[in-house]
């Protein structure tokens, strides 16, 4: 793919962002578009980068590790977005400003104890399941009450909000129902924790309904770099 096609991919994703933030009556700038670099090259990475995007998301630890590497001198963000386990907490807390995956105590409270010091608390948001997929990670609604009242209180994460993975519907009335369950946890969250601001939803096929209801963050891997190796 040439510059010309993420320059053009990344374009056109600002302007639909854009637009939706108007349709829906949001503020504008109110969407922050994270790339999902995930099984994409280096090289593309770069386009990304050169046509001014900077915050990227990856889901496996050992790929990421030589990326972040790699653009160690770029300034960029990155956010960890897949499953975690155990014995790869400290490098996920050292090397990520973000995790948008967490769904279990033990994982958030190696996460907080590995963090090192020198580095601002870790940007957290908690996965819920929405659709009670029994395929999917992530907790129920009612569970995740539990778990914002536990990782509020370790220092070394900061609690900013909520993520979900939307079932694989295409329906634009349900997908709406599903983000919109998310949006009411949300909302009720902030009442007792005023610091969370982030609703991390929407992929590259569900873009509009995350907007429509209320996504600050939306994840987009396809529609931003094309098809995965
Ligand atoms: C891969 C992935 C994305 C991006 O998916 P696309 O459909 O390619 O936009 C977003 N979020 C998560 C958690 C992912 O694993």
Same mark, same amino acid.
């Given at each position: 793919? &040439?510059?010309?096609? @993420?320059?053009?991919?990344? !374009? @056109?994703?600002?302007?639909?962002? *854009? ?9 504008? +700038? ?8 995930? +099984? ?9 980068? %050169? ?18 590497? *790699? ?7 990155? +956010? #960890?977005?897949? &499953? ?22 033990? @994982?958030?409270?190696?996460?907080? !104890? ?9 940007? @957290? ?16 609604? =009612? ?15 900061? /609690? $900013?909000? /909520?993520?979900?993975?939307? &079932?694989?519907?295409? %329906?634009?009335?349900?997908? $709406?129902?599903? #983000?919109?369950?998310?949006? =009411? ?11 969370? !601001? =982030?609703?991390?939803?929407?992929? &590259? ?25």
């Amino acid at each position: 793919m &040439s510059i010309f096609t @993420i320059h053009k991919n990344l !374009d @056109i994703l600002q302007k639909k962002i *854009h637009s939706y933030e108007k349709i829906y009556h949001r503020p504008a +700038h109110s969407v922050c578009l994270l790339a999902v670099s995930k +099984h994409q090259p280096i090289e593309k990475i770069q386009e990304a980068i %050169d046509a001014g995007q900077f915050l990227f998301a990856e889901n496996y630890l050992q790929e990421a590790i030589p990326k972040i590497s *790699h653009f160690s001198n770029q300034n960029l963000e990155w +956010h #960890f977005i897949g &499953s975690i386990q155990r014995n790869k907490t400290k490098k996920i807390a050292e090397l990520f400003s973000w995790v948008h995956t967490i769904a279990d105590p033990l @994982i958030a409270k190696r996460l907080n !104890d590995q963090r090192p010091l020198e580095l601002p608390p870790l940007n @957290i948001c908690l996965q819920v399941n929405v659709s009670c997929d029994p395929a999917k990670s992530g907790l129920s609604i =009612t569970e995740i009450a539990h778990l914002a009242n536990y990782c509020a209180l370790l220092p070394r994460l900061k /609690l $900013r909000g /909520l993520m979900t993975i939307l &079932s694989q519907t295409t %329906d634009f009335t349900e997908q $709406r129902t599903e #983000f919109k369950k998310l949006y =009411t946890l949300y909302k009720t969250l902030r009442k007792k924790w005023s610091e969370i !601001d =982030t609703l991390s939803m929407g992929m &590259s096929e569900d873009l509009q309904a995350a907007i429509a209801e209320g996504a600050t963050i939306v994840r987009i891997g396809t529609k931003f770099f094309g098809k995965r190796n």
